[in-house]
């Protein structure tokens, strides 16, 4: 059973920084793609950047320049930088890990990101 555990969350000002963590129970090179989402009250989960291995990185529109993943094999672990955080970033963050041979999604418990005006 692969375990995501997220880290980093918190509460920070508008324009501010976090950078989230997630460290996977298993070499994270065993993953075809890895990932960060998020959810806002009332509202879907929404992709927010994405690492797939020997593609370019994907991100969503409304996070482009100012969040970066980034990944450490040793220590099996994703990164995601938030920079010039926005209150409309608030949400809780989920670590994703796909698996194209298992067909199946890993996901973390979550992170709560709240950024106040």
């Known amino acids: 059973q692969v375990q995501l555990v997220e880290s980093g969350g918190g509460l920070v000002q508008s324009g501010g920084s976090l950078r989230l963590s997630c460290a996977a129970s298993?070499?994270?090179?065993?993953?075809?793609?890895m990932g960060w989402y998020r959810q806002a009250p009332g509202k879907q989960r929404e992709l927010v950047a994405r690492?797939?291995?020997?593609?370019?990185?994907n991100y969503a529109d409304s996070v482009k320049g100012r969040f970066t993943i980034s990944r450490d094999n040793a220590k099996n672990t994703v990164y995601l930088q938030m920079n010039s955080l926005k209150p409309e970033d608030t949400a809780v963050y989920y670590c994703?890990?796909?698996?194209?041979?298992?067909?199946?999604?890993?996901w973390g418990q979550g992170t709560q990101v709240t950024v106040s005006s």
């Open positions: 994703n890990a796909y698996v194209r041979y298992e067909q199946r999604d890993y």
């Open positions: 298993r070499n994270i090179l065993s993953f075809n793609t």
């Open positions: 690492i797939t291995w020997g593609s370019p990185t």
